[in-house]
Each structure stands twice: as structure tokens, then as C-alpha cells.
């Protein structure tokens, strides 16, 4: 029905479930990291806990209409939580002016709302729930490459391996800069404040953690990116990368500013949350190569 009327149909309803979703993701990025079901029980003010009615709950609406404040307690609510739901909704309609009513659109807000909870789940706390990364990781490899080849009429054969390269380059890169960081800073008998521990030794070859505890980056970032890979290829996670470098410079230098200590830890996640949603709706690689062309007076 909606793919007969045409796309821009498609905008209102895809604006208005992704506030819905939006709404969602709110409990999931409070709850998820704490343990606690993303289900049960409903939705409560963060101050007094109390319950918020439906008629409360209505997204962005009902915080407009409280003036920002709990009806109970009279006590502000963070414009955080609108914020997200305004976000998640427009980052939907960009989803179905890029994909139109397709079977892509879907999964695709799918991964949308998982790189906005890895992104305000590691601003807060600094980790990247594998839930958010390895299950997306696990949709984009088992999932996207189908429903790219039967909806783009593609070789399935094809778009798996856009799926796995991707993945790999993303994931395995960024292992890479932490794996030699860690080595170089080993040789140089460097000490961060979480790496090594206090008391510890610099992790050996033998040891787990020689592969996988790297100083100043977190394993849940190396796995976020494989699941973006996953998802927009090669192509898609190399603009990623490059996207999430510059916009990772400039989030630790604001943070640096805001907090005076240049040495505060940051989650590294909304970066590359920020990243891949640049190269999904603006594919860096395809303004590159047309700047070339359109110099020379090409097509």
C-alpha cells in the first residue's frame, strides 16, 4: 500500500514510529547497561519513580506540555530524553528518504537505533553493550546480505562478502591501532590509570589480555565497528573510520575544555556512532570521487 502511494508517503509514518522507538531506546540506554529488564517494569520519573501515565509518555508531546517536569514530583526532566526521541525520529525519515518502503528501511532503522543506545549507553558509562554490537553484528552478517540480494537482485554470494569485508576492515583495524598502541607503549614502559592495573604486569603473549586489553580503547569499539561494517561494507566503514577520527578529535577536545583534565577518559562510541550515520546518508567516498569529475568536466 505505502510503496504504491510512493516514498514521501512513507516519511510521516516512519517520522512517527521513530519517536516511538525513540521513546523505547530512552528506557534501553538507562536500563541495558545496569542489568535491568528493558521491559518491566513501565516507565517511571528518574526522581520520585513514579510510574508516567500514557498520557505522560507521549513522545516529545508530553514533555512540551509538562514544561519539562515531572507531573508528580515537579522535578525537571533532562532534555535528554526528547532529544533522543527527536533524534531517533528524523534519523528514520533520513532512513526512508535513502532506502524508500523497502525491506532495507527496516533494517536499517534497526541499525540506526542501535548505534543511538552504543552511542548514549558509552557516553554514560563508557561501554558498549554486546548486546547493541554483537547481535547488530550478527543481523548485518546473517541478514542484511539476503535481504540486499533479493530486494537489489544482486548475487547473494556477493553481498555476504560485502558484509564479511566490511566487518573485517572495520572491526580488525581498529584492534590493529589498540594492539600496537599497547605494544609500543609496553616497549616504552608506559602506565595509563587502567592499564596495566595497580600492581599488575604489562600483559604477555600467553595471556588474554595481551590480545584483547588495549590502553585507551575499549574492545566494545572494535566490535561497534565490525557491526557498522557489517551493515555499509567496506566503503561505508572506511568513511566511517575516517568520519569518527575527525568527529573523535573534536568531541575530546570540547570534553577536554568542558572538564578542564585533558586526562578524563571519553567513550569513543558516539564518534563512531556519528561516523556511520555520515556514511550512510552523505558516503564520503562518492563526494571524493566526484570532486575529480566535476574539476575536469566529467559526467
Keep these: 500500500m505505502i510503496e504504491e502511494l510512493g516514498t514521501p508517503f512513507f516519511y ?3 517520522l512517527a514510529f521513530g519517536l516511538v522507538v525513540g521513546s523505547f531506546l530512552n528506557v534501553v540506554i538507562h536500563r541495558l547497561p545496569l542489568g535491568e529488564s528493558v521491559v518491566s ?8 519513580e513514579q510510574p508516567i501515565s500514557a498520557r505522560d509518555n507521549i513522545p516529545v508531546l508530553s514533555y512540551l506540555l509538562l514544561g519539562g517536569h515531572c507531573r508528580h514530583c515537579r522535578r ?7 532529544a533522543v526521541e527527536l533524534v531517533t525520529g528524523l534519523l528514520f ?3 526512508a528518504w535513502r532506502f524508500g518502503p523497502t525491506a532495507l528501511a527496516i533494517l536499517f532503522m534497526l541499525f540506526a537505533s542501535a548505534l543511538v543506545v552504543a552511542a548514549g549507553v558509552d557516553f554514560d558509562h563508557q561501554i558498549i553493550p554486546d548486546e547493541i554490537s554483537l547481535g547488530g553484528l550478527v543481523l548485518g552478517l546473517a541478514v542484511v546480505p539476503l535481504v540486499r540480494s533479493l530486494g537489489e537482485g544482486g548475487s547473494y554470494g556477493f553481498a ?12 580488525g583495524f581498529l584492534w590493529s591501532v589498540g594492539f600496537l598502541h599497547a605494544r609500543v607503549s609496553a616497549l616504552l614502559g608506559r602506565r595509563f ?3 596495566p592495573g595497580d600492581g599488575e604486569d604489562v600483559p604477555r603473549p600467553g595471556q ?4 584483547l586489553w588495549f590502553p585507551g580503547l575499549g574492545l566494545g569499539d572494535v566490535k561497534l565497528l565490525a557491526m557498522v561494517g557489517a551493515f555499509v561494507g567496506p566503503w561505508g566503514v572506511l568513511d566511517t573510520l575516517l568520519g569518527a577520527s575527525f568527529l573523535g578529535l573534536g568531541l575530546g577536545v570540547g570534553w577536554g575544555l568542558l572538564s578542564r583534565n585533558w586526562s578524563t577518559p571519553f567513550g569513543f562510541g558516539p564518534a563512531i556512532a556519528a561516523g556511520a550515520l555520515l556514511a550512510l546518508f552523505a558516503p564520503l567516498h562518492l563526494i ?4 575529480p569529475m566535476a574539476a575536469t568536466g566529467g559526467p
Excluded at 525537571?76 to 526528547?82: T, V, W
Excluded at 571524493?288 to 570532486?291: C, I, L, P, V
Design 208 to 211: 588474554a589480555d595481551y590480545w
Design 193 to 195: 590509570p587502567h592499564w
Design 160 to 171: 555476504l562478502g560485502q558484509s564479511c569485508l566490511g566487518a573485517g576492515i572495520g572491526g
Design 93 to 95: 525519515v533520513g532512513v
Design 12 to 14: 510521516g509514518p516512519a
Design 76 to 82: 525537571p526532566i533532562s532534555l535528554r530524553y526528547p
Design 41 to 48: 517494569p513501565r516507565s517511571r520519573c528518574p526522581s520520585c
Design 288 to 291: 571524493w570521487f566526484r570532486m
